[in-house]
Structures are given as structure tokens and as C-alpha cells.
């Protein structure tokens, strides 16, 4: 696996995590969104074909949920990229609003 350096952009009402691989001009990441106090919908995870067979996509799912666990904060999941990997992963129901397989809903 590639050498993945992720970091945090976040102005408090949106933010994402960004991947940058060595020696590779291009970026995947993770939207997010702040629905309320300790909870965040992760939106979107994207990554260019030059990205392919990383592991940056995944190492962006694996950073937010340890984010979550270390800032307390819960996960609405609903991005098809997280939910998948969700599925695999049902341990991570502690940080996550909805069961594995369950489609997640925002309040009006």
C-alpha cells in the first residue's frame, strides 16, 4: 500500500478530509457536513483514476471514523462509499446513526 498523508480542512460548517499519496499530483477526499452538536454527514469520497489501488479512498473512510471515535462526534452515513464499507465493517456502529445496511435520513 502507498504511503497515504491525510489532513483535515474544516470551517465549521462544512469540511473534508484530503489524501495526497508520495510522488502522485493528485488528491481524493472525503466531504463532510455539521448537522448538529457531535454529528457530521460524510457526503461525498472521491478519487481521480490516478488514485486507483491506493488504498487512499479507503484510508480516507478508516481517518473519519477514527476521528469520531477521538472527538466523540457520531456519523450519518451518506456517502455510498462510506455505507459500503460499513457494511464490511459493522463494528463501527458505535459512531454511526443508522445500522449497517439501513438507509440514513436528515430531519427536515
Not at 65 to 88: E, M, N, S, T, W
Not at 95 to 104: F, K, S
Amino acid at each position: 500500500m502507498a504511503d497515504i498523508r491525510i489532513a483535515t480542512e474544516d470551517d465549521g460548517r462544512h469540511g473534508r478530509y484530503v489524501a495526497h499519496v508520495d510522488d502522485i499530483a493528485a488528491e481524493a477526499e472525503l466531504t463532510f457536513t455539521h448537522r448538529g452538536p457531535d454529528l457530521i454527514s460524510a457526503d461525498h469520497t472521491g478519487a481521480p483514476d490516478a488514485l486507483r489501488g491506493t488504498g487512499a479512498a479507503r484510508g480516507l473512510v478508516d481517518y473519519l471514523i477514527a476521528d469520531a471515535r477521538a472527538r466523540g462526534f457520531r456519523i450519518i452515513p451518506l456517502c455510498p462509499y462510506v455505507r459500503a464499507q460499513y457494511q464490511k465493517h459493522p463494528e463501527w456502529q458505535d459512531v454511526m446513526t443508522v445500522a449497517p445496511g439501513e438507509m440514513p435520513r436528515l430531519r427536515a
